[in-house]
């Protein structure tokens, strides 16, 4: 298996938002929305933004590199139907390409999220049901 299952990736492809939590050097969380996508392998989760490189968050990853991003919605609010993808890994900053991977105007820098571990819920079975929610490491080779 890949990082994510197909199932997984066919949700991410549809979301845009996510909300990304670093913590700075002295520990301290900050938690943001930003903007996402996944990576052309499909294995990682990329982030970029407008003024990313200035940013609290990217300060915070250059400090602390283990990130963690949530993308989640609600199919239904009755019933409560939630569902979502957490990636919990290690950020890989990178000072360009950012223009060329999200478009014009946004900032040249960017992260990588290369996941360490993934925890999904209501995307391969129906909320509250059981095996709705998957969680497993990665191992990469």
Known sequence: MGTFTEKELAYLRDQRLARIATADSRGRPHVV?????????????E?????FADSM??????????????????????????????????????????TDRFGPGWD?????????????????????SEGNRKSRSIART
């Open 33 to 45: 929305p930003v903007g996402f996508r996944i990576s052309e392998d499909e294995t990682d989760i």
């Open 47 to 51: 982030v970029g933004g407008h003024g």
């Open 57 to 98: 968050k990217y300060r915070d990853m250059r400090a602390n590199p283990q990130v963690a991003i949530v993308i989640d919605d609600l199919v239904s609010v009755n019933p409560w139907t939630p569902r979502g993808v957490e990636v919990r890994g290690k950020a890989e900053l990178q000072d360009s390409g950012g």
């Open 108 to 128: 040249a820098s960017w992260v990588r999220i290369v996941p360490e571990r993934v925890i999904s819920w209501g995307i391969e079975a129906p909320a509250f």
